[in-house]
């Protein structure tokens, strides 16, 4: 796999937003992939940014070894749903250089990051947003988008309050109740 470090995404003042793209060694220079962006929803933490984490870097690094590109991403905390904004604007705007096709993208969240990937996939995401894994976590959402494709992992020894809320959905149950879909 190879790993193309600090691509900045944008910029706040003093500080930069950088991801890194990981693509497979057989992947053309010229060729675009899908890319899976794995959310950071939750800021990066002074000198341990998310997309430097080691679970991180091996998710990427799987997904790349499929034949996708996988994306990680710094955030500032509380401005998370803006810097995903940005990246994936980035992305459709920048990411043939990067061998990334921006219009082809899914979304990865898990844990305390799904506060932001969840409402984000269901409420916000554009067309370029193609599916969406939300690993173990919850979010209340307003509505149910029936377009996307969605895998919800809960793990059925999770916490009691985690499964309720998932189960009970805060709110978001009587969306996925109103979904006329079987």
């Given at each position: 796999v190879t790993v193309t470090k600090d691509v900045v995404f944008a910029k706040h003042g003093d500080v930069s937003l950088a991801c890194d793209v990981y693509r497979a060694d057989s992947a053309g220079p010229e060729d675009a992939l899908p890319a899976v962006v794995f959310i950071n929803g939750v800021g990066d933490f002074g000198d341990s940014p998310l997309k430097e984490w080691r679970i991180y870097q091996v998710w990427?690094?799987?997904?790349?070894g499929r034949g996708l590109a996988g994306v990680t991403m710094n955030a500032r905390r509380d401005h998370e749903v803006d810097d995903l904004?940005?990246?994936?604007?980035?992305?459709?705007?920048?990411?043939?250089?990067?061998?990334?096709?921006?219009?082809?993208?899914?979304?990865?969240s898990c844990s305390a990051n799904v506060r932001v990937g969840l409402p984000y996939s269901m409420e916000h995401a554009g067309p370029e947003v193609r599916a969406s894994v939300i690993y173990y976590g919850f979010a209340p959402v307003e509505r149910v988008n029936p377009t996307l494709p969605v895998m919800y992992v809960c793990a059925g020894r999770d916490s009691a309050g985690m499964i309720r809320d998932v189960h009970a959905g805060d709110g978001s149950r009587r969306a996925v109740d109103d979904d006329p879909r079987p």
């Open positions: 990427a690094r799987a997904v790349a904004t940005a990246l994936l604007e980035h992305l459709k705007a920048k990411g043939g250089a990067l061998g990334v096709d921006g219009s082809r993208v899914a979304l990865w």
